[in-house]
Each structure stands twice: as C-alpha cells, then as structure tokens.
Nanobody
Framework: VQLQASGGGLVQAGGSLRLSCAVS????????RAWYRQAPGPHRELVAG???????IYSDSVKGRFTISTDNAENTIYLQMNRSRLEDTAVYYC??????????WGQGTQVTVSS
C-alpha cells in the first residue's frame, strides 16, 4: 500500500484548503482512513478519521470546520479544511490501516495558515 498526500500550501486565516491522499496497492482490505497533523514538536494528533461503515470522527479542534471524505472507489482520501485558523498550521499526514498488514503513512504535506 502506498499513499501520496498533496494539496498543502499557504492559506489565509478564515480560508479553505483541500488535501488529497491517493491510495494505491492492496487497498481493498483497508478498514480505516485518517488524517493526522504534527506541529513543531514530537506529538502527532488525529484530526479526522473515516471507517468502513462510513463512521467519521473529528478532533474537537476541527469539528464543524473540517470534513473527511473519500471518492467512490475509496482510492482517494480528502480533507476539506474550512475557516482555517493559525493553529491549524502543521504538517498533515494521511494514514490507512490495512486489515492484515497494519498502518501505512503518507509523506506529509505542509499547511501554513497566515494572519
């Protein structure tokens, strides 16, 4: 399984950005798809996740502003970021959990929110 994240960049506070994560390889046994982010420091936090039954979860800090989704074939994971805040600045990573072989991460895409 390989993941390729894209869509990061510079956005003004209050603006929108959409991140994409292309999933290739043995994607048919993937049970969970998620976005994480890491600001400077060691901690990487869960931003949003989507599961096989369509259940979605969000961190409290992005709830109501961000939306996670997939395309119909579930080969691409999206993160729609609306009403961006300065504290959303981070490197964003996509992750999938394969039923048999565990977790796979994308390479990260930088999002910078400016005032």
């Amino acid at each position: 399984v390989q993941l390729q994240a894209s869509g990061g960049g510079l956005v003004q506070a209050g603006g929108s950005l959409r991140l994409s994560c292309a999933v290739s390889g043995s994607a048919e046994d993937i049970g969970a798809r998620a976005w994480y982010r890491q600001a400077p420091g060691p901690h990487r936090e869960l931003v949003a996740g989507i599961y096989g039954d369509g259940l979605t979860i969000y961190s409290d800090s992005v709830k109501g502003r961000f939306t996670i989704s997939t395309d119909n074939a579930e080969n691409t994971i999206y993160l729609q970021m609306n009403r961006s805040r300065l504290e959303d600045t981070a490197v964003y990573y996509c992750k999938v959990t394969h039923q048999y072989s565990g977790d796979y991460w994308g390479q990260g895409t930088q999002v910078t929110v400016s005032s």
